[in-house]
């Protein structure tokens, strides 16, 4: 039987839980010259907001929001 993964529930305030293999699809797809967008999410991602579930990361939909913001703040400056 295949062991049962228990994925905490998302805090109301820090929006839906998404993994690393799923954020550059939703968030990252007009950023060019990103090459292998999931390992860059595991590089760059701030490593103090990530959840580790087994053997993948995610990080909550604000947390990422927040540190795209701060990446383009960056950028900009």
Sequence with gaps: M?????IPQA???RGQLWFDD???KQFLKDLPGIKHKPEWVRRNF???KRIKI???SAWYESD???H???LRGKAAA
């Design 2 to 6: 295949p062991k049962e993964l228990n």
């Design 11 to 13: 805090p109301p305030d």
């Design 22 to 24: 799923e954020i550059p």
């Design 46 to 48: 701030p490593k103090d």
């Design 54 to 56: 087994g053997q993948r």
């Design 64 to 66: 990422i929001r927040a």
């Design 68 to 70: 795209l913001d701060s």
